[in-house]
């Protein structure tokens, strides 16, 4: 391209009829002085088109005025590459592409493998523009990619607030943090969440990883379809399997090829257990036998689909104060910011059914603002539909013998009509009490969802392995404990003043937290316990869900495949 003589340039540049063109004065003095040809026309034709050819998702029209604005920011100067060849920066971006898995991404999501071929040939503008385009739009995605996830909440029919607030700048990320750095993989670390549980699982990713890649163990035998879990005997003839499969997970800490010591290999065989959400037995059992046999690349499966969702929540939820992990079944409570937090201490949970697509826990990040003591049960239309009309209908005095009764819309006193039950005129209402399904107390944080955390008259439920037995709320086993722990700040509510309202108290007694608790309930079928990491039984199938929707592609949908359905008990 003929460069334009300096003499002309500056005549143009101080042209009183060129003032307004100060921009592209600039872009002319940048072109000789550093003897760069302008390549705005490319530039611009590119960021136009909205698609580059070659891409594996070629449109990326939905990042089109990010694009465009990263570029009129530079006043469309290359960003990428100077004299026909990548910047250290575009190669070190590059390198990171590639090594997208060991952050959980799929690095062939950011062209991974075809940069190589980019690169050959950038002497002409059109070749230079098109690659830095490109580099703009990929980088852009995988920055976006990690801080915020690249699958939508939404669309899963979870309610997850703050995920909006999380959307970068990304013009001004780019041109700010990433085109200029010195350090990129320190400069892309901070985009990542920044939270111990999220930070514990990208470290076991990469051991995982590894392990997926030399997975070379025996499968455990199956035991009999209808068989009752087997002790371990010398006569067992999956010995050798199961030991080298312990050796490989690192709960078998013995000479994986030497005689099997069955006092150290039950005892492993426990830890595992404990580390799946399985019955400690020592035993094997049918699900005990599967989980020893999932693939070590299932786990890395699981290891991703854990970061992505932390990657949803801001840093308010991702260090919230009440945590529920569903698939675990259990609630922790932490105190404390920062290096400071700390997990106060945690306790079982009951959640909803599996087994019921419209009983399953939704993910949720929201405010706990009060507490309900002698809560009334208003039962959900649906359920009252679904399973109390049938027992009216069999038994007239029911209600009374369930502790139930009917109320209008306004919570007035109405007549048991099936009809306007069936129709939602008239509420099934379960009065206070300690045979209500709520319990004595319910922690409110509220939602579309309806779905609370509540104390329950089914304490049995506590003491099982598997605990998906309600309709979507989650009970919590010493509800004395966390209320006292959440109305701490409140002088007014000791232990005693608590279970003074759970037994004798005032019905539906409303008591308003001194200031919002976050609470996340996470769905996590991998999840870090002090340095020791734990996989759970996918029982609503969200992972399966996320991975079909991350291999469905760009542009990832944010509405939801199924209906937000009011859960409750």
């Keep these: 391209m003929r460069m334009i003589p300096k003499a002309l340039l500056l005549?143009?540049?101080?042209?009183?009829?060129?003032?307004?063109?100060?921009?592209?004065?600039?872009?002319?003095?940048?072109?000789?002085?550093?003897?760069?040809?302008?390549?705005?026309?490319?530039?611009?034709?590119?960021?136009?088109?909205?698609?580059?050819?070659?891409?594996?998702?070629?449109?990326?029209?939905?990042?089109?005025?990010?694009?465009?604005?990263?570029?009129?920011?530079?006043?469309?100067?290359?960003?990428?590459?100077?004299?026909?060849?990548?910047?250290?920066?575009?190669?070190?971006?590059?390198?990171?592409?590639?090594?997208?898995?060991?952050?959980?991404?799929?690095?062939?999501?950011?062209?991974?493998?075809?940069?190589?071929?980019?690169?050959?040939?950038?002497?002409?503008?059109?070749?230079?523009?098109?690659?830095?385009?490109?580099?703009t739009v990929t980088c852009m995605r995988f920055l976006s990619d990690l801080h915020m996830g690249r699958t939508i909440p939404t669309h899963f029919a979870f309610g997850i607030k703050g995920y909006d607030s999380k959307k970068l700048d990304l013009p001004t990320v780019l041109k700010e943090q990433i085109v200029d750095a010195g350090d990129m993989p320190g400069a892309v670390d901070k985009f990542e969440p920044q939270n111990e549980q999220y930070k514990a699982l990208k470290t076991a990713l990469a051991h995982y990883q590894e392990l997926a890649a030399a997975d070379t163990v025996q499968q455990v035998p199956q035991l009999p379809e209808n068989g009752k879990p087997v002790a371990l005997t010398a006569g067992y003839p999956g010995l050798q399997a199961l030991q080298q499969r312990l050796t490989q997970v690192g709960d078998y800490t013995g000479d994986a090829g030497a005689a099997p010591d069955m006092s150290a290999l039950t005892d492993a065989l426990k830890k595992f257990q404990g580390r799946h959400g399985l019955t400690v037995a020592g035993r094997l059992s049918h699900d005990t036998v599967d989980a020893l046999n999932t693939p070590m690349s299932t786990r890395v499966a699981e290891i991703e689909d854990s970061m992505e969702r932390w990657r949803w929540l801001d840093d308010t939820y991702a260090n919230a104060s009440v945590v529920v992990n569903l698939p675990e079944f259990q609630l922790r409570a932490y105190e404390g910011t920062g290096g400071d937090r700390h997990e106060v201490f945690r306790m079982n949970v009951v959640d909803g059914k599996s087994d019921d697509d419209t009983h399953h826990t939704p993910m949720i990040a929201d405010m706990m603002k009060y507490l309900v003591f002698r809560p009334f049960w208003n039962v959900p239309p649906s359920i009252a539909k679904k399973e109390i009309v049938p027992h009216i209908e069999k038994n007239s005095g029911y209600l009374s013998a369930k502790n139930y009764e009917t109320v209008d819309l306004k919570g007035q006193p109405a007549s048991p009509d099936i009809a306007?039950?069936?129709?939602?005129?008239?509420?099934?209402?379960?009065?206070?009490?300690?045979?209500n399904s709520l319990g004595l107390v319910k922690f409110m944080f509220p939602n579309a969802f309806n779905v609370y955390l509540h104390d329950t008259n089914e304490k049995?439920?506590?003491?099982?392995?598997?605990?998906?037995?309600?309709?979507?709320?989650?009970?919590?086993?010493?509800?004395?404990?966390?209320?006292?722990?959440?109305?701490?700040?409140?002088?007014?509510?000791?232990?005693?003043?608590?279970?003074?309202?759970?037994?004798?108290?005032?019905?539906n007694k409303s008591v308003s937290l001194p200031k919002p608790i976050p609470v996340l309930l996470f769905y996590g079928t991998a999840w870090s316990d002090n340095g020791e990491l734990h996989f759970f039984k996918d029982m609503y199938g969200y992972d399966a869900e996320m991975e079909k929707s991350i291999e469905g592609g760009r542009p990832y949908s944010s509405k939801p495949d199924k209906a937000v359905t009011e859960k409750d008990v």
Aim: hydrophobic fraction near 35%; charge should be negative; proline fraction near 6%.
């Design 11 to 135: 005549l143009a540049v101080f042209t009183p009829a060129m003032l307004t063109g100060c921009r592209k004065a600039h872009h002319l003095v940048n072109q000789v002085t550093q003897n760069q040809p302008d390549d705005t026309p490319q530039i611009q034709a590119a960021v136009t088109a909205g698609h580059i050819d070659g891409l594996k998702y070629p449109d990326f029209t939905p990042l089109q005025a990010d694009v465009s604005n990263f570029y009129n920011g530079r006043e469309s100067d290359l960003a990428w590459s100077k004299g026909g060849k990548p910047t250290s920066q575009a190669t070190a971006m590059m390198e990171e592409f590639s090594n997208a898995a060991k952050r959980g991404l799929r690095p062939e999501d950011y062209d991974a493998s075809t940069w190589s071929s980019r690169v050959v040939n950038l002497s002409t503008p059109e070749a230079a523009a098109q690659f830095d385009v490109a580099m």
């Design 420 to 435: 306007r039950i069936e129709k939602g005129t008239v509420m099934v209402r379960q009065k206070s009490g300690t045979s």
């Design 460 to 507: 049995a439920l506590f003491a099982r392995t598997r605990r998906d037995s309600s309709h979507g709320c989650v009970r919590v086993q010493d509800p004395p404990k966390l209320a006292d722990w959440v109305l701490r700040d409140n002088p007014k509510w000791d232990a005693d003043a608590i279970q003074e309202a759970m037994n004798t108290g005032e019905d």
